[in-house]
């Protein structure tokens, strides 16, 4: 299933205008194409939670609105790597909105991506025994 096969999959059931459908099918499947670029793959349950996320991220940024603070200390208890990684594959986002995402934003989207870098080094693992 490709990208923008996915992604539509879960919009179906978020209800979007055709509006903001036509913005997050621009966005979102370039989003996912980027992060397995970089190696990081989402098993079906991760998918669908990324992709949701990536869906109101997209509306957010639409809208000017807000994600709720999440804390400074947020970031130093994520992995160096899924925040590097995080970062790359969410500045054509800023570039294309011109802002810089706070670090609840980053938070969020790195928490995704670190789950699912953990779920591929323990199936990695498992295929190895």
């Keep these: 299933m490709t990208a923008l096969e996915r992604v539509q999959k879960v919009e179906t059931q978020m209800e979007l205008t055709p509006e903001m459908s ?3 099918e621009k966005r979102v499947p370039a989003l996912l194409e ?18 949701s996320h990536a869906i109101s991220l997209v509306k957010r940024l ?6 709720k603070d999440l804390g400074e200390d947020v970031l130093s208890q994520l ?3 899924a925040l ?11 570039a294309a909105y011109g802002v810089t995402l706070d670090n609840s934003e980053l938070a969020l989207v790195t ?3 670190q789950t699912a870098m953990m779920k591929m080094k323990k199936a990695q693992k498992r295929q190895q025994k």
């Design 34 to 51: 980027d992060l397995e670029r970089e190696g990081v793959f989402f098993d079906e349950s991760g998918d669908i939670g990324f992709i």
């Design 62 to 67: 639409e809208s000017g609105e807000k994600v």
């Design 111 to 113: 928490i995704h991506v």
């Design 84 to 94: 590097a990684i995080s970062r790359k594959v969410l500045a054509p986002l800023e």
């Design 79 to 81: 992995e160096e790597d």
């Design 22 to 24: 036509a913005v997050v």
